[in-house]
């Protein structure tokens, strides 16, 4: 089955700082690509960062970075030098040839950045 | 205006009401995609139009009712809905050539009450 697992349903971290938010996928399709969305509490969802399942690098925007463990299935989001206005839910998502159209999303993830 | 807008962004309606969900994409895209985001689950997809043809119904009750009269704006008409359907609708667009590796870009929301 398709999935998307975040397993930290909330997280801290302090200004300045690093911080890395987990997802694993499941999936048997070879062809997928992974995405990070960020949504604050006024509700639209910011796309951040995107990897396709064949890129030889992982993909970088910005403070942004995708840890990208293929073997693993895994797609951890690294966000460096957090700022304040870094805190909202964070939304790792799949899409892939076998499920065409249709984005697979996580539960989310909340992360707070202390001052 | 750029990117993706949506009004209106608050809506509470009885169950008894009609009422409609305006979508509009300044990017060029051609297709959209409406989704609902209910608290505590994945993202759910709705609907998805890709040059204003329906290509996804994703079981969506027939109380909900899309429309895209162009490939730049999205309707979704709503009719005698249920409490449980209050949620945050979000609509997205992408530029519906290559579904696996595009970005859906969204808007800001529309938070509806249903009472």
């Known amino acids: 089955a398709q999935k998307i697992t975040q397993t930290q349903p909330g997280m801290f971290v302090q200004e300045k700082e690093a911080v890395t938010l987990d997802c694993t996928y499941d999936t048997s399709d070879p062809s997928y690509g992974l995405f990070w969305y960020k949504q604050p509490s006024s509700g639209e969802m910011i796309f951040l960062i995107y990897q396709g399942s064949y890129d030889q690098q992982n993909a970088t925007e910005g403070r942004y970075s995708l840890n990208f463990q293929k073997a693993r299935k895994s797609a951890n989001l690294v966000i460096s030098a957090s700022q304040l206005g870094d805190s909202a839910m964070y939304f790792c998502a799949m899409i892939n040839a076998g499920n065409n159209r249709k984005l697979i999303w996580g539960l989310g993830t909340s992360l707070a950045v202390n001052p | 205006e750029t990117g993706v807008t949506q009004t209106p962004r608050h809506l509470v309606m009885g169950m008894t009401n009609k009422k409609s969900l305006k979508c509009e994409q300044h990017?060029?895209?051609?297709?959209m995609y409406w989704y609902k985001q209910s608290a505590k689950k994945p993202l759910e997809l709705m609907f998805v139009?890709?040059?204003?043809?329906?290509?996804e119904n994703n079981s969506v009750p027939s109380r909900f009712s899309p429309e895209c009269p162009n490939s730049s704006h999205l309707f979704l008409h709503l009719h005698t809905l249920q409490p449980e359907d209050s949620a945050l609708y979000l609509c997205?667009?992408?530029?519906?050539?290559?579904?696996?590796?595009?970005?859906?870009?969204f808007g800001p929301g529309t938070r509806l009450l249903v009472l």
């Open positions: 990017l060029g895209h051609n297709a």
């Open positions: 997205a667009s992408s530029q519906g050539q290559n579904f696996n590796q595009e970005t859906q870009y």
């Open positions: 139009y890709n040059f204003k043809e329906q290509t």
